[in-house]
């Protein structure tokens, strides 16, 4: 990957609504690994995927397992996360995902084309690995599959960057941006971080966030707009390394936004929590609940972002909806609220 220091521009942030597509708190997880298999095809724990690898021959790398995906009791406020484990070598790589986001994003609220991902990172301790870890968001390019967005971070030197398939120049790649002069935005060991990053499905643009720096790149740099699909967790290593690391995340969280506000006060969050549906799983029926909001429509749809049922609800806080009819499957409930649209995900045994 090539290292790159792009001219950044000062923005600012704005209060907005946004739709909560993807969120992670990883508290009703089980302890211990994710996954049984880390080869991506079958879905462990909250049908998260887990791929792991020890590179190509020749490599050091040895250590590539179902460990190396951990809930962990050690998350941000004393909750459970995600540890991830680090190649032990000079190759190696970690990636963890959930498979269907592109329906997920073709859900969307209309106009809702910035989409934000913030989560937790616990820096560690000092170390002498050299793993790069982070979260980045990965578009389609016609067959390619493109990084549109990110952070990555140096275990060892813990420099924080950003990430992005980019234009310099003439010269089309994936990029590691530099949010600060030399040598970079080093972050405190052993402490806890909320960072984001922002990406403009209109426009390509890409805006990155921390506590300290709110930057983006010259419109110049920007390449595509991409349509987004898929938010993994990944780790890999340079041929520099060599020995293990571990880094803990927590608190995921993917919106659709019209405009963007990063790390911002918005009322996503309170949205989110204030419609509960149950039981779930379900056979027949679901139930929805509002907690001091009301809402007027439901509809859902498959993972493929197919709508298979709407239900249309004069303005209540609470209804039963019956989807006996519909195959076994996961499915999307879009509910309308009277502040914006809620996305949760169920499952019909």
């Known amino acids: ?139 389609a390019d016609g067959t390619n599959s493109r990084v549109l967005g990110g952070f990555v971070y140096n275990v060892g030197s813990r420099v924080l960057n950003g990430v992005a398939y980019l234009n310099n120049g003439g010269t089309f790649g994936t990029f590691l941006i530099n949010l600060t002069a030399a040598p970079g935005l080093v972050l405190d060991a052993d402490t806890w971080y909320r960072i984001g990053f922002a990406y403009n499905t ?40 060599t020995v293990v690391s571990d880094l803990t995340f927590d608190n995921l969280t993917v919106k659709a936004t019209a405009t963007e506000g990063l790390l911002g006060t918005t009322e996503i969050q309170g949205l989110e929590n204030t419609i509960a549906i149950y039981p779930n799983p379900t056979n027949n029926v679901v139930n929805v609940k509002g907690n001091n909001v009301g809402f007027t429509a439901v509809s859902f749809t498959d993972i493929n972002g197919r709508v298979v049922k709407t239900v249309n609800v004069d303005t209540t806080s609470e209804t039963e909806i019956s989807i006996s009819e519909m195959n076994s499957g996961v499915y999307f409930m879009n509910i309308t609220t009277d502040s914006g649209v809620v996305t949760k995900k169920i499952v019909k045994q």
Do not use: C, H
């Open 1 to 139: 990957m090539k290292k790159l220091l792009l001219t950044l521009l000062t923005l600012t942030a704005g209060t907005v609504s946004a739709q909560l597509l993807q969120t992670e708190n990883f508290n009703t997880l089980n302890l211990g690994n994710v996954g049984t298999d880390i080869t991506g095809a079958t879905p462990g724990q909250d049908n998260w995927l887990t791929f792991s690898s020890n590179g190509t021959a020749p490599t050091t790398g040895t250590n590539a397992a179902n460990e190396n995906f951990q809930i962990v009791a050690t998350g941000n406020a004393s909750s459970n996360g995600l540890k991830i484990t680090s190649s032990n070598g000079d190759k190696g790589s970690r990636f963890m995902w959930k498979d269907g986001f592109d329906a997920i994003w073709a859900t969307r609220t209309t106009g809702n084309n910035i989409l934000e991902v913030e989560y937790d990172m616990y820096t560690g301790s000092a170390t002498s690995s050299t793993a790069q870890v982070g979260v980045r968001l990965y578009g």
């Open 202 to 241: 209109t426009t390509g643009e890409v805006i990155f966030k921390t506590n300290t720096v709110y930057t983006g790149l010259n419109a110049a740099n920007w390449v595509g707009p991409f349509d987004p699909t898929e938010v993994d967790f990944v780790s890999a290593v340079p041929s520099t390394n």
